[in-house]
């Protein structure tokens, strides 16, 4: 058994998925564990990046950060068996150099509007 199950509902959240755990623990809400577990973590990069989401989105951002830690826990185990091959849900992110854009490539307000103009209207033509 994983060292994380002993830790009860909240170790569980890595481990099980959000209707594995209501399954199991009816009562409990699955955004307060993801809130306990990961909470806080989510709070400091929302903070530096300087962004602000409404409750939906927060829950939203729970879930993704919650996937991708599964995610990682698995390929780690995959690894330990011996399977060394690279993971394939790990192209969904960009490459480190193209995840944060260049702080000297800034755009103006209207740069911005203009890009997502062209994105509407090439959304539009297809």
Same mark, same amino acid.
Request: proline share 6%.
């Given at each position: 058994?994983?060292?994380? &199950? %002993? ?5 569980? !959240?890595?481990?099980?998925n ?6 199991? *623990?009816?009562?409990?809400?699955? $955004?307060?564990?993801?809130? /306990?577990? *990961? ?5 400091r /990069? @929302?903070?530096?990046?300087g962004? !602000?989401v #409404? /409750?939906?989105?927060?829950?939203l !951002?729970?879930d993704?950060?919650?996937? &991708?830690?599964?995610? &990682? #826990?698995? #390929? %780690?185990?995959?690894? !330990?068996d011996? #399977? $060394? ?7 969904? *992110?960009?490459?480190?150099? =193209?995840?944060?854009?260049? &702080? ?8 911005? *509007?203009?890009? $997502?103009?062209? =994105? @509407? ?6």
């Amino acid at each position: 058994m994983h060292h994380l &199950a %002993t830790d009860g509902p909240q170790g569980l !959240v890595r481990l099980l998925n959000k209707s594995q755990m209501a399954s199991i *623990f009816p009562e409990i809400d699955w $955004y307060d564990l993801l809130e /306990v577990e *990961f909470g806080e973590k989510v709070d400091r /990069v @929302l903070t530096r990046e300087g962004i !602000v989401v #409404d /409750v939906d989105r927060r829950r939203l !951002v729970l879930d993704c950060v919650r996937d &991708a830690i599964a995610d &990682a #826990d698995a #390929d %780690t185990r995959r690894k !330990v068996d011996g #399977d $060394y091959s690279p993971d394939p849900k790990a192209v969904r *992110f960009p490459p480190p150099s =193209e995840a944060k854009p260049n &702080a000297r490539s800034k755009l103006s307000l209207d740069d911005l *509007f203009a890009e $997502y103009i062209k =994105e @509407l209207q090439a959304g539009s033509a297809l």
